[in-house]
């Protein structure tokens, strides 16, 4: 809540809720109108705007049986966005790995709907996947875990072959050493051993206005803080954050 009145963000997008109910009424108090997708005990995701919501779908094509509260996607001030908790998929070789490899071809589907739409997108959350190698402290360390795997890493690509920009990488070629995640064991935060699996994809047509894309890595160093830190993105009249 600090973090909330102290940034101000025009948009927030809030993953891994793990509650039956949102308090939408505590951050209405706030000044922020809500949209939320909650599962008890799992998953869930939010998004809080200082502008009206308009909600689209609350279910990602392709699969009615799928129960998991990870998808929710509004309308802000004409602006598609897309809030997502991707599956993680561990341990390699499981239902879990299979199952995150058939959400990833089920979101490029939709994600390549929303390429020809015109309408300026951004799709950003937790998308458990690190892209490259230079979005992990020592790529050795995650051989085998599958937000490693060329699988989830070739379709985070064909997402960026769709036409959408990475927008921390985007403004930061090439430069290792920035990370969204630190896990809570062996001073990982610490010793900087951390992996950016937080993204924030944008289309072209928002691409053109991003003027800033940061982590803020402080939050991380607080007392009991959440093991990611929060990742934001400056555009010529919106801030939003994930």
């Known amino acids: 809540m600090t973090w909330l009145t102290v940034h101000n963000p025009d948009v927030l997008l809030l993953q ?32 809080l705007s200082r502008h009206p919501i308009e909600v689209v779908s609350t279910t990602l094509i392709g699969d009615e049986r799928d129960s998991h509260a990870r998808f ?7 602006i598609r966005i897309v ?19 058939e959400w990833m071809d089920r979101l490029y589907q939709q994600m ?11 799709v950003g959350g937790d998308f458990n996947v690190i892209p490259e190698d230079i979005d992990c402290h020592k790529p050795a360390s995650w051989m085998h875990d599958a937000l490693f795997q060329p699988e989830p890493r070739a379709r985070y690509r064909a997402l960026i072959a769709l036409g ?39 289309s072209r047509e928002l691409a053109e206005g ?3 894309c ?12 959440s093991d990611h830190a929060p990742i934001f993105a400056q555009f010529r009249d919106e801030l939003i954050t994930a």
């Open 16 to 47: 891994e809720l793990k509650a039956a109910e949102f308090p939408a009424e505590l951050f209405k108090n706030l000044g922020y109108a809500s949209a939320a997708v909650t599962q008890k005990g799992y998953n869930g995701v939010a998004t």
């Open 72 to 78: 929710l996607e509004v309308v802000v001030n004409n």
């Open 83 to 101: 809030n997502i908790y991707l599956p993680n998929g561990n341990p390699i070789g499981s239902d879990k790995f299979v199952y995150k490899l």
């Open 112 to 122: 390549r709907i929303w390429s020809t739409s015109g309408m300026p997108t951004l």
């Open 164 to 202: 959408y920009v990475d927008a921390f990488r985007s403004l930061h070629p090439g430069q290792g050493g920035y990370f969204t995640f630190w896990d809570y064991f062996r001073k990982a935060f610490e010793y900087n051993r951390g992996i950016r699996i937080d993204h924030l994809l944008v």
């Open 210 to 212: 991003l003027e800033s």
């Open 214 to 225: 940061a982590i803020d890595k402080g939050q991380r160093a607080l007392d009991r803080p």
